[in-house]
């Protein structure tokens, strides 16, 4: 728990050499909970507490990307599990279990076996899932800011300036990179929190975006910047791919 921390890490070593065992971290918490709100591939999964059908009574474990939720009913506060790795938790009543360790022996007698070194994080927080904690906490453990020295130079090109920045909180940028095919970016946004908005988008200069599919192959619908901003109205967890004109 380090000095100003808004959630407790939990750093953990263990020597793993056990057969058809499930080591899983059982996590109590100190107020009643209806549902968990896990995260999933660009959504967000609601699934209750207690069991309401047979299939829920058989499930010992579903599955998570880099966190899950369990908050009041009301949604006034709430504890998330953050994890770096861990992608299999369940929940019984008040209580979530992360699932940490496996030992199946098939198809790989060795799955997990020998030294392993992990860290999944409590955060307590204000409101739902939808807190900026969580997602916060979520991209710091995934993705933590690493510094690189590297030697003075004057550099080659034009200053440095921001290929594009995104507001409109809720929409994230699930991807940046190339396109396939000639001289442009490709953007992907993502809305994150189940509701519709606008993302607004600056870019360096006043360009025509083209929307594509999820393989770059335009739709035929496109995007005007006003000035240098470009708004997309997107609906809830919408994903939106964007051929961007590059700077020259």
């Known amino acids: 728990l380090p000095a100003d921390a808004d959630r407790l890490d939990v750093e953990t070593t263990v020597s793993w050499h056990q057969s058809h065992q499930l080591l899983k971290a059982v996590l109590p918490l100190a107020f009643h909970v209806d549902s968990t709100h ?5 959504a967000v999964i609601s699934r209750p507490t207690r069991p309401r059908t047979r299939q829920d009574s058989a499930r010992f474990e579903t ?30 009543g008040d ?3 992360v699932t940490l360790l496996r030992s199946p022996k098939s198809p790989d007698p060795h799955a997990d076996m020998g030294m392993q070194t992990f860290t999944y994080s409590i955060v307590p927080h204000a409101g739902d899932w939808r807190s ?3 997602l916060a906490a979520a991209r710091s453990l995934n993705e933590p800011l690493r510094a690189v020295a590297v030697d003075a130079h004057a550099g080659r090109d034009r200053a ?4 594009l920045t995104i507001t409109g909180g809720t929409v994230a940028l699930g991807a940046l990179k190339r396109a396939e095919d000639g001289n442009a970016w490709v953007g992907r946004l993502v809305e994150t929190s189940g509701h519709a908005t606008t993302a607004v988008l600056r870019l ?9 599919d999820l393989i770059e192959r335009p739709t035929g ?5 006003q000035g240098r901003v470009l708004s997309v109205p997107m609906g809830a967890w919408d994903i939106e791919t964007l051929r961007i004109p590059r700077v020259p």
């Open 95 to 97: 209580t979530i279990f």
């Open 160 to 163: 440095t300036a921001s290929a």
């Open 132 to 134: 900026p904690a969580v």
């Open 221 to 225: 619908k496109t995007f005007v910047c």
């Open 63 to 92: 599955p998570m990307l880099r966190f899950v939720d369990g908050s009041t009913p009301a949604g006034d506060d709430g504890v998330a599990i953050v994890n770096g790795g861990k992608y299999g938790y369940s929940a019984f």
């Open 204 to 212: 360096p200069r006043a360009v025509t975006a083209q929307e594509t």
């Open 38 to 42: 896990a995260e999933i591939p660009y």
